[in-house]
């Protein structure tokens, strides 16, 4: 059996004449009817409703509106959704896609590798509008296969560097990762140590550069022993934070380069009896929802992830349905420092 | 323009002779390339990436499998992305859809209302073979239309009570609540109080119910003071817990009815100099991520959330692509007690 389809041919959009017809019958606009089958703002929730309603009445049912078809999907592919800095993302996506009348098809790769053929099976299949790729690393093969897909692509978080030929966006790392150092160095602490990431990400660099950087503008002088690398997870910061508070002289205060790195440093220091933050500051990175749940609070430099992901996934629909370039091959968003209780001058 | 579907008419199934091709240029059996064909599991990734490649280069594009078409797309709704609980059963989903091969479409409600009429209109456009709500509360209207869907529906959480015509799955609140409490009496602790959700919710009533049932097999009075209504969230944690450390004689062990609460309720003994878990035992619900991440870690009952989607996603493909009716109305799966740092015999 084929497709069962009200009332529509191919394309789907009605006629000038229908159009006319709901728009009087709605008491409203052929304009404001023309929003509502092109999924546009600038009609109310009430009246919207009112005039799908009418279209439907009469038997209509979009499936592609102007020039070509759509599927009025994206496709959405991270490594995981079980994190709250995927959440953040995905939330954002989410927004966006409700505010320009597309829906999200979710998938995650959970270890599976990130451009599979049957994963571009399926993705083929969807037809979808476009892929918006949530990702640290990516593969060399699938980098090759982005730019061959019908559908237009963006990326979040490309390794700094990007693909050719695929847009991406990011955040100011370095610039956060100064400020977040800077703001220690204000309350007076001059002994700062630093965790941070695997050291071939370019955000790892990125956030040891910026805490560097701080550190020369204060004058202080760096301190090798208090420069850890390791993942960014609890046990790392756990790890890596326990190592710092046992050297002789610890620092007064830390810049996790995680949040979650910042969690596992919290446990280090309760193990240790360190109060936090009147024995030691710290600083997080990213201000996932887990910082106000802290005790005490954690100060953090705030990743804008949901803009991040709303920006791309508007050039995704920039792209696939009205044929506008993106802006930019690569668009970082600012950073900013959210102070709560983690810090505080050091101990006299 | 007309969609664009390769070498696929209506139904998409390839001949019976396209299939023997493939099976014998892939070296394999005719059963192997239906498995491929139809997302069912039992062959290798590679091989189903050779076949897939193989039906590809051959024009074949999947759009129907079997008797009728198919969109291999099932809606989730559910109320916020950007939340931990949440973010647990999109993951048991995805990893459910992902063995079943079909697509996750992604909705949040996030304040609008659940079943307005330009939801349902998009969800009817996209075809979707099901619907995942996920939800505490329904309007009565949206009840009503449910039913009337061409698509199956089930539904998470559905206020403990469901609608009819429309399978639920849950947990076993009543007995997590009962094993949170009874952990406590264990323990030793006769002063023991409790902060539970909302009046109306069913789960608020559950988690009370089984507060009281064990303290009345530990033979322990009841005393009202100790228990807390609130919000579960963790501003509630904080203001109740509060109010309860307060008391002139205060509860040496709280029961917290959300892992958010409990947070909140850290955060109160925090500033009253009580430490957890020497002089205060707390025990959460839920079992979200931020457990491991809490100093000291929280002990707390498992929702088997991932489980509890992957059953209401696997019951809607049976429903949609296979016409198996599902076990039961409503599931309740079990929870379990997961004991962390938070809880300890109460101060000599």
């Given at each position: 059996?084929?497709?069962?389809?009200?009332?529509?041919?191919?394309?789907?959009?009605?006629?000038?004449?229908?159009?006319?017809?709901?728009?009087?019958?709605?008491?409203?606009?052929?304009?404001?009817?023309?929003?509502?089958?092109?999924?546009?703002?600038?009609?109310?929730?009430?009246?919207?409703?009112?005039?799908?309603?009418?279209?439907?009445?009469?038997?209509?049912?979009?499936?592609?509106?102007?020039?070509?078809?759509?599927?009025?999907?994206?496709?959405?592919?991270?490594?995981?959704?079980?994190?709250?800095?995927?959440?953040?993302?995905?939330?954002g996506a989410e927004r966006e896609a409700e505010r320009a009348g597309v829906a999200l098809v979710v998938s995650a790769m959970a270890g599976r590798t990130l451009g599979n053929r049957l994963w571009l099976e399926r993705f083929k299949q969807r037809r979808s509008d476009g892929l918006l790729i949530i990702a640290q690393r990516i593969r060399p093969e699938l980098a090759d296969e982005l730019p061959r897909l019908r559908a237009?692509?963006?990326?979040?978080?490309?390794?700094?560097?990007?693909?050719?030929?695929?847009?991406?966006?990011?955040?100011?790392?370095?610039?956060?990762?100064?400020?977040?150092?800077?703001?220690?160095?204000?309350?007076?602490?001059?002994?700062?140590?630093?965790?941070?990431?695997?050291?071939?990400?370019?955000?790892?660099?990125?956030?040891?550069?910026?805490?560097?950087?701080?550190?020369?503008?204060?004058?202080?002088?760096?301190?090798?022993?208090?420069?850890?690398?390791?993942?960014?997870?609890?046990?790392?910061?756990?790890?890596?934070?326990?190592?710092?508070?046992?050297?002789?002289?610890?620092?007064?205060?830390?810049?996790?380069?995680?949040?979650?790195?910042?969690?596992?440093?919290?446990?280090?220091?309760?193990?240790?009896?360190?109060?936090?933050?009147?024995?030691?500051?710290?600083?997080?990175?990213?201000?996932?929802?887990?910082?106000?749940?802290?005790?005490?609070?954690?100060?953090?430099?705030?990743?804008?992830?949901?803009?991040?992901?709303?920006?791309?996934?508007?050039?995704?629909?920039?792209?696939?349905?009205?044929?506008?370039?993106?802006?930019?091959?690569?668009?970082?968003?600012?950073?900013?420092?959210?102070?709560?209780?983690?810090?505080?001058?050091?101990?006299?």
């Amino acid at each position: 059996m084929a497709e069962q389809v009200l009332g529509a041919g191919p394309g789907g959009t009605p006629s000038r004449a229908t159009i006319a017809e709901v728009a009087a019958r709605a008491g409203t606009s052929v304009s404001t009817v023309s929003k509502v089958l092109n999924g546009r703002p600038g009609v109310s929730d009430a009246k919207r409703d009112e005039v799908l309603e009418l279209l439907h009445g009469i038997g209509y049912q979009r499936r592609g509106e102007g020039r070509r078809s759509r599927s009025n999907l994206i496709d959405v592919v991270l490594p995981y959704i079980n994190s709250l800095w995927a959440v953040r993302l995905l939330d954002g996506a989410e927004r966006e896609a409700e505010r320009a009348g597309v829906a999200l098809v979710v998938s995650a790769m959970a270890g599976r590798t990130l451009g599979n053929r049957l994963w571009l099976e399926r993705f083929k299949q969807r037809r979808s509008d476009g892929l918006l790729i949530i990702a640290q690393r990516i593969r060399p093969e699938l980098a090759d296969e982005l730019p061959r897909l019908r559908a237009p692509c963006t990326m979040i978080d490309a390794q700094g560097a990007g693909i050719p030929g695929v847009p991406s966006v990011g955040s100011t790392n370095l610039t956060g990762a100064r400020d977040a150092t800077a703001h220690l160095v204000e309350l007076g602490h001059r002994r700062i140590g630093i965790i941070t990431g695997p050291t071939d990400l370019v955000y790892s660099q990125q956030r040891l550069d910026g805490y560097r950087a701080a550190l020369a503008r204060g004058g202080i002088t760096p301190n090798q022993a208090y420069e850890k690398y390791g993942g960014f997870t609890i046990e790392s910061g756990y790890q890596m934070g326990g190592e710092l508070l046992d050297l002789p002289q610890p620092p007064t205060a830390i810049f996790a380069g995680s949040d979650l790195q910042a969690h596992g440093l919290y446990q280090a220091a309760r193990e240790r009896g360190v109060s936090i933050p009147d024995e030691l500051s710290v600083v997080g990175f990213d201000n996932l929802q887990s910082c106000e749940w802290a005790s005490p609070e954690l100060t953090t430099i705030n990743q804008p992830l949901e803009d991040m992901a709303g920006l791309a996934l508007r050039m995704l629909v920039n792209m696939a349905h009205h044929d506008l370039a993106p802006n930019a091959s690569r668009v970082e968003l600012a950073t900013s420092l959210v102070v709560r209780q983690s810090t505080a001058p050091p101990p006299a």
